[in-house]
């Protein structure tokens, strides 16, 4: 399994989303981080499933999305030769495109 390397933005974007779930539904902040640790394994483990769409549209080679199935949370990585690098994970609703730009 090749090693998971998070970007501090990346990071972040997942804080940002446990403190908006802390304040308007903080019974929901397990599920969210549980959701997000599973996710992330899967990415691990299987890099290849991710959607390349967003990297595609954008002109960003090697740019997959994988999709939260409770939450409305995108993880956006690049697989490399010896590693899987989280770039974001972003809400579905947000401006993608600008939060991607480098």
Same mark, same amino acid.
Not at 55 to 60: A, D, E, M
Not at 67 to 91: A, C, G, N, T
């Given at each position: @399994?090749?090693? #998971?390397?998070? /970007? ?5 974007? @997942?804080? /940002? $989303? ?6 308007? $539904? =903080?019974? @929901?902040v +397990?599920?969210? $981080?549980?959701?997000?640790? $599973?996710?992330?394994?899967? !990415?691990?483990?299987? +890099?290849?499933?991710?959607? +390349?769409?967003?990297? %595609? ?5 090697? #740019? ?6 409770? &939450?409305?949370? %995108?993880?956006?990585? &690049?697989?490399? +030769?010896?590693?899987?690098? %989280? %770039?974001? !994970? ?6 993608? =495109?600008t939060?991607?730009?480098?």
């Amino acid at each position: @399994m090749k090693a #998971l390397l998070i /970007q501090r933005r990346a990071l972040r974007d @997942m804080e /940002q $989303a446990c403190t908006y779930y802390e304040e308007h $539904a =903080p019974h @929901m902040v +397990p599920d969210l $981080a549980l959701e997000l640790d $599973a996710a992330l394994l899967h !990415v691990q483990r299987n +890099p290849g499933t991710g959607s +390349p769409c967003w990297g %595609v549209q954008l002109g960003l080679l090697g #740019l997959r999305v994988w999709r939260l199935s409770q &939450f409305p949370y %995108v993880i956006f990585y &690049f697989d490399h +030769p010896h590693k899987i690098e %989280v %770039v974001r !994970v972003l809400h579905q609703a947000s401006d993608i =495109p600008t939060h991607l730009e480098p």
